[in-house]
């Protein structure tokens, strides 16, 4: 037999040591996202990319560092899909001291193949609450969602092998429990103060992939960080309860200018991106839409201050319907979902005495003698320019009127005009002045 080539034997050795599948041709690459918001279909969003990214360049791992409040169902169950659906591990880190994974953090945590806290931190607290304001637990609606999400996380428990009891506890129950208790009650596998020190501690844990037991080598793994674009950062901003009821507040101040005072155009350009805006921010959040039906009356009610005459009234109405609107904008029980009172009261405020200063100018308007036309020359000062014998002529504003009086007025005499007569005629008579006061002096 002729001898094979030593190169051929490398070629054959290297071919099949990084063939595909195998867990020597993955990348080093550990990517590593930073979550500290709530979940949120941005954040959801953000999330599941990455997941398919990593699995499309082969990634080591991918590792989620979580400090989350919560957020909506309908995104952390996005974010879950993706989590079991990965080809390769997935790592929920809940970091750094003193964060948390609560409500949908929690179950996003216990999806995850690996599931690790630092020192300091907690979890659960699952407890759903219901869109729609009841929440009170005979609400056949209420128990619905209860019981769906407690089988929903006994299920994940389930098949990541973690505290099934416990994950359900943290769903109907609303328990939460510290980073080393999380550990006794195998809720998460480890406690690690960092994330180097995680990869480290997971040298040779197994994980599930379609009924095998894999080994996770993070050995010679490099931890790439992965920020979220400038796209996803502004509408993640935007999202915040805060940030959307004040988007909403400037579109409407931005359009009652532009109606107000026509032509001006930035107010209007700037008041309708704002409500834009506005109204995507809103789409991620439980909304209640009699709220929003209230602030839209509140803006109704400003716009006809500018046509009707209330004196005020119909601003009031407004102040009331936009201060009730805002308290009810949005429909949840959990703080970090609700907007903060000292930006309704400060909102509210400030724009309360905007429209009452501007219904003031409009009430000083109405209140203010004519000064043009034929009703502001009453009152007018003028001289008698051709001697009035029953009629003659006067200079006023540099206009030169017939006149009429009943008495005879000698030229050059200052005349006050009392009224209008037919044509271009104007009723004069002497002007009058006030007399001053005297004081007697002695010699």
Do not use: C
Not at 2 to 29: C, D, H, N, T
Not at 173 to 188: C, G, P, R
Not at 301 to 312: M, P, R
Request: net charge neutral; proline share 5%; hydrophobic share 50%.
């Amino acid at each position: 037999m002729r001898k094979l080539s030593p190169f051929l034997f490398v070629g054959l050795f290297f071919s099949i040591l990084y063939a595909p599948g195998s867990s020597w041709a993955r990348s080093v690459e550990i990517r590593q996202l930073s979550i500290a918001t709530t979940i949120n279909p941005v954040t959801a969003s953000f999330i599941t990319e990455q997941i398919e990214q990593a699995n499309r360049q082969n990634n080591r791992a991918i590792l989620i560092q979580l400090d989350t409040p919560g957020g909506l169902d309908s995104a952390m169950r996005e974010i879950i899909q993706a989590e079991l659906g990965s080809k390769i591990p997935v790592i929920v880190y809940v970091a750094p001291k003193g964060a948390r994974a609560a409500s949908a953090g929690t179950l996003i945590t216990m999806a995850a193949d690996f599931a690790a806290m630092a020192p300091g931190t907690n979890i659960g607290a699952a407890h759903p609450v219901a869109i729609g304001g009841d929440n009170r637990a005979n609400n056949p609606m209420v128990k619905k969602a209860l019981n769906d999400a407690a089988a929903y996380a006994r299920s994940l428990a389930q098949q990541r092998g973690r505290n099934q009891d416990w994950a359900e506890a943290a769903v109907r129950k609303s328990v939460s429990i510290s980073a080393e208790e999380a550990v006794t009650l195998a809720v998460v596998d480890l406690i690690a103060d960092n994330p180097q020190s995680l990869l480290n501690k997971l040298a040779g844990y197994r994980y599930i992939r379609n009924g095998k037991a894999l080994v996770f080598n993070p050995v010679g793994a490099e931890l790439v960080p992965v920020e979220m674009n400038w796209r996803q950062k502004i509408l993640s901003t935007i999202g915040h309860p805060n940030i959307a009821y004040m988007l909403l507040i400037l579109g409407i101040l931005g359009i009652f200018f532009e109606i107000a005072q026509p032509g001006m155009i930035l107010p209007g350009v700037i008041g309708t991106i704002a409500i834009l805006l506005a109204f995507f921010a809103l789409s991620t959040l439980p909304v209640n839409y009699v709220g929003v039906l209230l602030i839209l009356l509140a803006f109704v009610l400003f716009v006809l201050e500018i046509k009707v005459t209330s004196y005020g009234m119909l601003s009031i109405g407004g102040v009331v319907a936009m201060a009730f609107g805002s308290l009810i904008l949005i429909d949840s029980s959990e703080p970090y979902l609700q907007i903060s009172r000292g930006v309704i009261a400060a909102t509210v405020t400030v724009t309360t005495g905007f429209f009452l200063f501007a219904v003031s100018m409009v009430v000083k308007t109405q209140r203010r003698p004519v000064v043009s036309g034929q009703e502001g020359m009453i009152g007018e000062t003028g001289t008698v320019v051709k001697a009035i014998n029953g009629r003659g002529s006067v200079l006023v504003h540099g206009e030169y009127w017939q006149a009429h009086s009943d008495e005879p007025i000698a030229a050059g005499t200052k005349v006050e005009v009392v009224r209008f007569l037919r044509g271009l005629e104007l009723e004069v008579k002497i002007k009058t002045t006030s007399p001053q006061r005297t004081e007697d002096t002695e010699d």
